[in-house]
């Protein structure tokens, strides 16, 4: 297996497929991080390090009189402490009973088993005992008592490792933890850039590439959620890494709240990044005993550029993050009533949707936003779980058994974690709302936030959705969150406490999440929070897809899908077709564009099918046929960014099945030129020594889709070798916003 303790050298070496993670428990028990990259063998890679005296770069006591060469200040560590003589960014910082800020660690001690550790109360990636390692070392302050505990998962075939810390309070007072990040990690060698993925509510995850200079970097958020604004998901590479080529890594932090990423180049030019949860409104108090966890980050490197580093972690997601009956199981393609009706619905109208659903092939009706309650704009209700009898015209079991009959599934949606003024919850409980006392609280679409931090309040919410969930034939949540936190405070915690309240709310969502996913275990939960603020792998963990962005426009979402493919797989986002023109933009696109964007997701459609016409009707049966039918291809293929959105004129991906047997390439238009530059694009994953026969998806053997083919061959064979080295050119854009679905099929030779 992949974890190797060498007894003298005290070397720890994590080796991975194509990776070795190294660190070494130093003369004076300093576990110093001496590698992590491309595959080596296990020799000792401390001696790389340059250890030279340096003014301003102190010693500790220990060595301070004979060895002037050793400064915490420079050498590279596996957990860098703050207030001791590591001056650089540090992931722990500890406020001791004498109010000091000081920790120090060494080396106490390791453990190695098989399988991939777990963390109580929090998600964590899984593999069984053949699939995963732990190694876990233990560190200890001696003068404070507080001991730290790193764990390392190892996923030796899928080229990942993860890791998270235990930090327990030995001593006989009580300390207060104000930063205790899950990963410090040091490149001692090297000149990187950093990809992170900024936006806002309706356009997230926009790819940003920048150098990593001198100085401290960050993305992070204090929003309560992981947010629009910034996701918990970075990639570090090398200045000449690309989509396919160098050296590159990826991180993904396993939490859904409060974030920081920091990268700190030193003053030698060493390169340092740390990741946790965000110190700001973050101070835990750990009485002796105690123990806190640091949530998990899962790390990965390719020599194989940005594409290796997605493609490694959209396995991962898949494979040892999503959980339960959906995790491999057919999700259903959906239609939701959002930006059909918005509030505006009764039964009736519902019933009458989902009736052209059915007939279309579509499997699933979601009923969103305003069935409960007084709840006929966003202004009341939030908090009131209870079915708006009136305004549905008869009960949720008699509406859920009218869609049923149909031959679809009933999906409904909630936002547990929100609060209305004006709903009877907040009546009888104002002491549940989050809001600082003698403070008025800031609103954010008229709502306010329940305090998920208290046990009565998580109680209250398990009770109310599972007796909705049992009163009627529900198997799908769309799990929302519509504003972020401010005025942290609980009315729960005593005053000393209150820095805790944060992280506490995200413990009591992803209780609430896992005691009902464990009791409902048919249902399909889907994350959402105003589209895509929350969009990480700790949500990932409970819910398998999360609603991408409130942006339905087809090219807006080349963009958001695009950064978004960076970090998670197909399977997890949340992509439909919507009316023209587009609510958010008012942008006119085909049906096709449409459809070929949101099979790039966990399909499905947002709009009224009332008032469809006949021929968009044929289309749409068409775009539903072609989904199910390449479903595996598109769900579980090997993703590639073939073009970026941000430069051309067309958008290009491709799906290809894990043995080569097929592939998909969508192609889309944003850009439509008079005498157009052609675009080309090389294939990949193929099978270089077979044939493939190229169609239009959806299209009858040897027969077009549309007027479109007219101008494109029907069908053509070509080479696996001549399509990946070679190319494929992409057929023009016949008017704005053209979508291209090409399929190959391998044919047997
Ligand atoms: C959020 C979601 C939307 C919809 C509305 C309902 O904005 O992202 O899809 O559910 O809430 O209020």
């Given at each position: 297996m992949g974890i190797y303790f060498e007894?003298?050298?005290r070397v720890f070496t994590l080796q991975t497929k194509h990776s070795t993670y190294q660190m070494k428990a130093d003369e004076q028990g300093t576990l110093l991080h001496t590698w992590y990259g491309e595959k080596t063998d296990?020799?000792?890679?401390?001696?790389?390090?340059?250890r030279w005296d340096r003014g301003f770069s102190g010693n500790p006591f220990s060595v301070g009189g004979t060895d002037r060469n050793y400064s915490l200040d420079t050498l590279p560590q596996e957990y860098s402490c703050f207030g001791?003589?590591?001056?650089?960014?540090?992931?722990l910082k500890v406020e001791n009973a004498d109010g000091s800020r000081a920790v120090s660690l060494r080396y106490a001690g390791h453990t190695i088993e098989k399988g991939k550790y777990a963390l109580c109360g929090l998600p964590a990636a899984y593999g069984t005992p053949e699939e995963a390692e732990t190694l876990a070392v233990e560190l200890a302050d001696a003068d404070s008592g507080i001991s730290v505990r790193l764990l390392y998962g190892v996923f030796e075939e899928l080229d990942v490792i993860t890791r998270a810390v235990q930090i327990t309070n030995g001593g006989k007072e009580g300390v207060t933890l104000l930063k205790a990040a899950s990963l410090c990690l040091d490149w001692q060698t090297g000149d990187y850039d950093w990809l992170t993925f900024h936006g806002r509510h309706a356009m997230e995850r926009n790819l940003q590439r920048t150098g990593i200079a001198h100085g401290v970097q960050s993305v992070g958020s204090v929003?309560?959620?992981?947010?629009?604004?910034?996701?918990p998901f970075v990639m570090v590479c090398a200045k000449n890494a690309d989509e396919e080529h160098g050296d590159c890594y990826g991180f993904s932090f396993v939490y859904s709240g409060e974030f920081l990423m920091e990268t700190e180049k030193d003053q030698i030019d060493q390169t340092r990044l740390v990741c946790g949860?965000?110190?700001?409104n973050f101070a835990w108090r750990l009485e002796p005993g105690e123990s806190f966890i640091a949530p998990e980050v899962l790390m990965t490197y390719s020599p194989q550029g940005q594409g290796g580093v997605s493609r490694i972690f959209h396995r991962l997601i898949r494979e040892h993050v999503c959980r339960g009956q959906w995790k491999h199981s057919r999700r259903p393609v959906l239609v939701n009533n959002w930006e059909g009706t918005y509030f505006d619905f009764t039964g009736d109208k519902l019933v009458d949707i989902a009736r052209d659903a059915a007939e279309l092939g579509i499997e699933l009706f979601v009923m969103d936003d305003?069935?409960?309650?007084?709840?006929?704009?966003?202004n009341s209700g939030l908090g009131?779980?209870?079915?708006n009898e009136k305004k549905l015209g008869c009960t949720l079991k008699e509406l859920g058994e009218r869609i049923t009959a149909l031959g679809l599934r009933f999906g409904i949606w909630f936002e547990p974690e929100c609060i209305s003024i004006d709903s009877d919850l907040y009546r009888a409980h104002?002491?549940?709302?989050v809001a600082v006392p003698g403070r008025s609280p800031v609103l954010s679409r008229n709502q306010l936030i329940l305090d998920f931090s208290r046990k009565d309040v998580q109680d209250h919410l398990i009770e109310r959705i599972s007796d909705v969930l049992k009163s009627?034939?529900?198997?799908y949540v769309k799990w929302d969150f519509n504003r972020s936190v401010c005025d942290k405070y609980s009315n729960a915690l005593p005053a000393g406490r209150q820095g805790e309240m944060a992280h506490r709310f995200v413990l009591g969502l992803y209780r609430v999440l896992e005691t009902l996913t464990q009791a409902f275990p048919e249902v399909l939960f889907e994350g959402c929070s105003g589209g895509g603020?929350?969009?990480d792998v700790g949500m990932l963990y409970y819910?398998?897809?999360?609603?991408?962005?409130?942006?339905?426009?087809a090219i807006e979402r080349l963009q958001i899908q695009y950064g978004t493919s960076f970090g998670y797989p197909v399977s997890t986002m949340g992509a439909h077709v919507s009316a023209v023109?587009?609510?958010?933009?008012?942008r006119v696109t085909p049906l096709s564009a449409r459809g070929c964007v949101a099979m790039a997701g966990t399909f499905g459609y947002e709009l009224?099918?009332?008032?469809?016409?006949e021929e968009e009707k044929e289309e749409i049966r068409g775009q539903i046929r072609t989904f199910k039918e390449l479903y595996d291809c598109i769900q579980y293929g090997e993703y590639y960014?073939?073009?970026?959105?941000?430069?051309?004129s067309c958008t290009v991906w491709e799906t290809a099945a894990p043995d080569g047997s097929e592939a998909l390439v969508s192609a889309v238009y944003h850009h439509v030129q008079a005498n157009p530059v052609p675009v080309y694009v090389k294939l990949r994953g193929?099978?270089?020594?077979a044939s493939y026969r190229i169609r239009l998806?959806?299209?009858?053997?040897?027969?077009?889709?549309?007027?479109?083919q007219t101008e494109h061959k029907a069908e053509e064979i070509r080479s696996g070798a001549a399509l990946m080295h070679a190319g494929l050119l992409i057929p023009p854009a016949k008017g704005d916003y053209c979508a291209w679905q090409l399929h190959l099929v391998r044919i047997n030779q």
């Open positions: 007894e003298k050298s296990n020799t000792d890679l401390s001696c790389l390090i340059a001791t003589g590591d001056y650089r960014i540090s992931a929003r309560g959620a992981s947010s629009h604004h910034y996701n949860i965000h110190p700001d305003g069935w409960f309650g007084k709840r006929d704009d966003d009131d779980w209870y079915p104002p002491e549940w709302a009627a034939p529900i198997t603020g929350r969009f819910t398998p897809q999360i609603w991408c962005s409130d942006d339905t426009d023109p587009n609510h958010q933009t008012g009224d099918l009332n008032r469809l016409t960014r073939l073009t970026s959105p941000l430069s051309g193929l099978d270089e020594t998806a959806g299209a009858p053997e040897g027969q077009g889709q549309d007027e479109r």
